[in-house]
């Protein structure tokens, strides 16, 4: 069994910053791509910014510039910091990960969210 644990969430001003990260823990043989995906309320989720496992990165065009995705491989875990805030960036914020099992078969894993609110 694996889990995402994800932390950082908040309430933040327009123009702050905010660090989400997300740990991963459970019967894990190797991590492959990990990211942070959010739902604003009436919408779809949807990527905000990846990771893979050689650190190759890619992220939507609303954030690109202002949020930066890393990720520790030893410890397994994936951080978002979070610049220049705007209010439309208020959404749950959700952590998924690619992870392999010791039969090396794949899975996707999800966290369970963390409330990102950006307002004044």
């Known amino acids: 069994q694996v889990q995402l644990v994800e932390s950082g969430g908040g309430l933040v001003q327009p123009g702050g910053s905010l660090r989400l990260s997300c740990a991963a823990s459970g019967s894990i043989f190797s991590v492959n791509a990990m990211g942070w995906y959010r739902q604003a309320p009436g919408k779809q989720r949807g990527l905000v910014a990846r990771i893979t496992s050689s650190g190759t990165t890619n992220y939507a065009d609303s954030v690109r510039g202002r949020f930066t995705i890393s990720r520790d491989n030893a410890k397994n875990t994936v951080s978002l910091q979070m610049s220049s805030l705007k209010p439309e960036d208020t959404a749950v914020y959700y952590c998924?990960?690619?992870?392999?099992?010791?039969?090396?078969?794949?899975?996707?894993?999800w966290g369970k969210g963390t409330q990102v609110t950006v307002s004044s």
């Open positions: 998924n990960a690619n992870i392999a099992d010791a039969s090396l078969y794949t899975y996707n894993y």
